[in-house]
């Protein structure tokens, strides 16, 4: 690795503003993507988002990093982490450019295992109510990884920034151009980031290896327990503002709004709508698949995953009979409560199953969890309908064939 000396590096002036991005790099170069598995249901190849199969969901307890889904806005950016460097701004005195050397130096590394979600999985669920905006996932916009880096806060106090301002936010912008015309960058309040319990991490490894190209290699955010918007990848940004980040995916993206409200209607309450932050209890079912067929009487498992914003999940009810009657699922594996400590967090996803010695088919089953707070899912997508198709966490039902 090329030694890159802090004092060598100029501290690019720091802008919170969007970044202008010029024309012609709009359109993104796609010619040096990385290969990735051939099992994954891609979504769109440009820019690539990929999700992983159900039935591959429940295997392991740690997605491995391959299948792993990826929901990227632009082209993997390809960084060599000997050259790399990010930079501190905004309200820091004075600003400070780090090489991955220096971050690594800073602290002890620490690994935290954490889910991580894309706000618009199980969209496909809303879609299928009434049209929404955005790529479509079926359930697979999920995995849990355990991730290695230096704690977030650790690098703010290496900066002197005040912790204990609740006013403050810190932005994250990621290297590549979105084919939203932008950079890809998003905040979190500082009462996250500063949280000893809220485990937030800049991370350079992933399931105990080096970050691959299309999760952020060299350097990337992970923010347990909130929508995977926020984890921003490629980290070359970390901005301390006195309010939200104004890019796009923070102000103008990833909203939720009642069902009545449409494109034509939105505009005005953009600013109006609190920026989606933390997960809210979720589950859904990985085996049986959509329309499988298994035949009336015989034995088969009922599996899947369940999570929230680092509650620790309680109770997996599975029904067979459309939500008439319920079963308490058993939970296989989910994070020790030992390691933990905290009833707040479970950052983890818990799997679970529910072996049926004879089966109902033809049948529909369905799947709800609740958390160490008694929060639950909603019954229906029809109700929690929004434009942009996020956060569904409705009743996960399956149709099973006889
Ligand atoms: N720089 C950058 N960070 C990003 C994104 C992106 O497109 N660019 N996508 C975000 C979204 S919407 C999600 S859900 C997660 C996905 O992380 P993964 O691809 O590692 O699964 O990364 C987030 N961080
Ligand atoms: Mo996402």
């Not at 809220?198 to 955010?221: F, Q, S």
Request: proline residues 7%; charged residues 25%.
């Amino acid at each position: 690795m090329p030694e890159v000396k802090v004092e060598e590096l100029k501290v690019e002036e720091v802008k919170v503003e969007e970044v202008k991005v010029e024309k012609e790099k709009l359109l993104g170069d796609y010619s040096k993507e990385p290969q990735r598995w051939p099992l994954f249901v891609v979504n769109a190849e440009q820019p690539f988002n990929a999700e992983t199969p159900p039935q591959e969901l429940v295997k392991e307890f740690f997605t491995p990093t391959e299948k792993f889904y990826v929901r990227s806005h632009g082209p993997a950016p390809d960084l060599n982490a000997g050259q790399f460097c990010f930079h501190i701004g905004g309200l820091v005195d004075p600003p400070k450019a780090m090489t991955m050397q220096d971050l690594q130096a800073l602290a002890p590394k620490v690994t935290v295992d954490a889910v991580l979600m894309c706000a618009g999985n199980r969209r496909n669920e809303l879609k299928a109510v009434k049209p929404v905006k955005g790529v479509g996932w079926e359930l697979g916009a999920i995995g849990n990884g355990s991730w290695g880096g230096v704690p977030l806060r650790e690098v703010l106090r290496h900066c002197k920034v005040d912790l204990d301002s609740p006013h403050l936010h810190v932005e994250f912008v990621g290297v590549e151009d979105c084919e939203e015309k932008t950079k890809y960058g998003s905040s979190i309040p500082m009462c996250k980031a500063a949280d000893p319990k809220g485990d937030v991490l800049l991370a350079w490894e992933m399931n105990g290896k080096p970050l691959t190209r299309d999760h952020g290699y060299p350097l990337r955010v992970v923010v347990p327990g909130y929508i995977g918007a926020r984890s921003v990848k490629w980290l070359k940004h970390i901005n301390i503002l006195d309010r939200e980040s104004v890019y796009f995916f923070q102000s103008r993206d990833y909203k939720l709004f009642i069902p009545s409200v449409g494109w034509d209607t939105v505009e005005e309450l953009w600013d109006l709508a609190p920026a989606l932050a933390e997960l809210a209890v979720q589950s859904a079912i990985c085996e049986p698949l959509a329309n499988q067929v298994i035949p009336t009487g015989t034995a088969a498992t009922v599996k899947g995953y369940a999570l929230s914003n680092g509650h620790r999940i309680t109770r997996v009810d599975v029904s067979l009979d459309d939500g008439a009657n319920w079963q308490v699922a058993e939970i296989l594996h989910q994070d020790s409560r030992e390691k933990k400590g905290f009833e707040s967090r479970y950052w983890s996803w818990s799997l679970w199953q529910l072996r049926v010695d004879k089966f109902p088919s033809p049948c529909t089953v369905v799947c709800r969890a609740w958390d160490i707070a008694s929060n639950t899912q909603p019954e229906n997508a029809k109700n929690i309908w929004n434009l942009r198709g996020v956060m569904n966490n409705a009743w996960h039902r399956v149709k099973v064939s006889a």
